[in-house]
């Protein structure tokens, strides 16, 4: 029985292979939830438009590095429109710096609310960033107990019967994972 992600997982083996139908089902399947994501970090449609052409540019190339076992495939796919996302704002920002300093600066006050904010959205990729850097450093196995908690938001019940492991087992190693990721994160605190 095939799911979404490995479905998804699929498609990502078939691009790093350079399967062009691959890219095209892939953005079939996923573009609107993507283009979302961009409009909400850039708040323009054009510039999420420009975001998302370049997020399927980078997931072409970039196919072949992708590893399950690190996160799911949308979360990754996620956080290249996110990184493109910030990339065009920061772009956006500095080509008007000089010209409209005054106005960016009232438009911020008058339009602030619930809209992603830029600075935020940056500390969240330097979390991101961090996160994965830490992530690397734990056992193969345990990284993968904890990924599959939490990022597919699985129980230690459902992991035990999907890996096949005793429950006590997967206890364990999501408990150590996450001393050893907390030890971690402090450091880039």
């Known amino acids: 029985m095939s799911t979404p992600d490995s479905e998804l997982m699929n498609l990502l083996d078939?691009?790093?292979?350079?399967?062009?139908?691959?890219?095209?089902?892939?953005?079939?399947?996923?573009?609107?939830?993507?283009?979302g994501l961009a409009l909400r970090v850039v708040l323009h449609r054009d510039t999420?438009?420009?975001v998302l052409q370049e997020s399927f540019?980078?997931?072409w190339r970039s196919a072949g590095s992708y590893r399950a076992s690190l996160s799911p495939p949308l979360a990754w796919m996620g956080l290249i429109?996110?990184?493109?996302a910030l990339d065009a704002l920061r772009k956006r920002r500095s080509d008007r710096a000089d010209l409209m300093n005054e106005l960016d600066d009232a438009l911020a006050e008058t339009l602030e609310g619930d809209a992603v904010n830029p600075v935020d959205a940056s500390?969240?990729?330097e979390q991101a960033f961090a996160l994965h850097q830490c992530l690397t450093r734990l056992d193969n196995k345990q990284r993968e107990v904890v990924?599959?908690?939490y990022l597919r938001d699985l129980s230690h019940g459902e992991l035990a019967d999907q890996l096949q492991l005793?429950?006590?087992?997967?206890?364990t190693w999501i408990r150590r994972g996450l001393q050893q990721l907390r030890a971690c994160m402090a450091h880039y605190a």
């Open 123 to 125: 500390a969240a990729s």
């Open 166 to 171: 005793p429950l006590g087992t997967v206890k």
């Open 147 to 149: 990924s599959l908690a």
């Open 14 to 35: 078939r691009i790093a292979a350079e399967d062009a139908d691959a890219l095209k089902n892939l953005y079939e399947r996923t573009s609107s939830r993507l283009y």
């Open 81 to 84: 429109v996110r990184s493109r």
């Open 48 to 50: 999420a438009e420009d």
């Open 57 to 59: 540019l980078t997931i």
